[in-house]
């Protein structure tokens, strides 16, 4: 596992340097943007553009993972549309004879589940949170309107499909001697945002709880107060060794940690100062953000989060 950790850290720490959102498209011969790789063993991933859904990335800006073990495949993340979905089975069967048993929700956005209907017309059960699901049945066709919108062609084939399994606290799987445990944390990125822990591997398959390569969006829904103590009460004491984010490159705590907890306590720690010197919502859009210039997205995203921020402190 020692050996394994070093190789690992020498992949992702090189793979890193290449993500950037300028690129396109790293997979041009499938719909998904980059092909998938092994994270650790039996488990993988295809990373998604640290970028906005596109045409051209074909809304496969998150990432989608499968679990391979002796029983069945796992698969996390319906994926932004049907053809999507399709693009990713394919790659499962390259690696595997077994069969998908399970997908999972990793939050009610639509690249976590426009790509259900493809599994579900397989006889495929997906899994999500019930928070995930209440989002879903309330914004879900807007979420399909706006992916046909920037997908056009490539949304072919894609319906409305919800998740026909839910949960509330956790959901513990048993496949092919591999235990699993299909998490809800706590509040954090978005309603029922989920994580996949693997204990006898260390590994988790994180969801929007975790961020770096891109800045994490805040959204009006997002609750940054709460995100920061799941995080300090929940997933720190798990201590994962291996970490696949919801989006970029799969890396290490440290390394989340610093991205996302740390972004939110700063942002948090600047914001509530403005409010404390009598600043309104137009000044907070303004906050200090410099050091965090360097994610992918910051142009999109810092001025939105700061403002997003200030409406959620200005009655704490």
């Known amino acids: 596992m020692v050996r394994y950790l070093m190789v690992f850290s020498a992949i992702f720490t090189a793979s890193a340097v290449m993500a950037s959102e300028d690129i396109a498209d790293q997979y041009p011969q499938s719909e998904l943007y980059s092909k998938p790789v092994e994270v650790v063993p039996h488990v993988f991933s295809a990373i998604g553009a640290t970028a906005p859904p596109t045409y051209e990335n074909s809304g496969h800006n998150n990432n989608l993972s499968f679990i391979v073990t002796d029983d069945g495949?796992?698969?996390?993340?319906?994926?932004?549309?049907?053809?999507l979905a399709k693009a990713l089975h394919d790659e499962i069967k390259m690696v595997t004879d077994q069969p998908v048993k399970l997908v999972i929700n990793e939050n009610g956005q639509g690249h976590a589940m426009l790509g259900n209907?493809?599994?579900?017309?397989?006889?495929?059960?997906?899994?999500?949170?019930?928070?995930?699901?209440?989002?879903?049945?309330?914004?879900?066709?807007?979420?399909?309107?706006?992916?046909?919108?920037?997908?056009?062609?490539?949304?072919?084939?894609t319906r409305l499909e919800h998740a026909n399994l839910t949960f509330e606290d956790r959901y513990d799987i048993e496949m092919g001697g591999l235990k699993i445990e299909v998490l809800h944390l706590g509040a954090a990125h978005s309603p029922g945002d989920?994580?996949?822990?693997?204990?006898?591997?260390?590994?988790?398959?994180?969801?929007?709880?975790?961020?770096?390569?891109?800045?994490?969006?805040?959204?009006?829904?997002?609750?940054?107060?709460?995100?920061?103590?799941?995080?300090?009460?929940?997933?720190?004491?798990?201590?994962?060794?291996?970490?696949?984010?919801?989006?970029?490159?799969?890396t290490n705590l440290a390394q989340v940690r610093r991205y996302t907890h740390d972004y939110l306590v700063d942002l948090r720690e600047k914001v509530g100062k403005h409010i404390e010197e009598g600043g309104d919502l137009a000044g907070a859009y303004y906050v200090d953000q410099e050091r965090w210039k360097n994610l992918d997205t910051f142009e999109e995203l810092a001025t939105k989060n700061a403002g997003n921020v200030f409406a959620e402190m200005e009655f704490e």
């Open 194 to 250: 989920t994580q996949v822990w693997i204990p006898e591997w260390s590994t988790m398959i994180a969801g929007d709880i975790a961020f770096h390569e891109r800045m994490p969006p805040i959204f009006v829904d997002t609750c940054t107060k709460c995100w920061v103590e799941t995080w300090e009460t929940k997933l720190e004491p798990l201590m994962p060794t291996y970490i696949i984010p919801g989006h970029g490159h799969p």
């Open 73 to 83: 495949v796992i698969v996390i993340n319906g994926g932004a549309s049907a053809r």
């Open 117 to 157: 209907s493809y599994w579900r017309d397989l006889g495929i059960d997906v899994l999500a949170h019930v928070d995930a699901v209440s989002k879903t049945r309330h914004l879900g066709d807007s979420l399909l309107i706006g992916m046909e919108r920037y997908n056009r062609e490539k949304a072919e084939g």
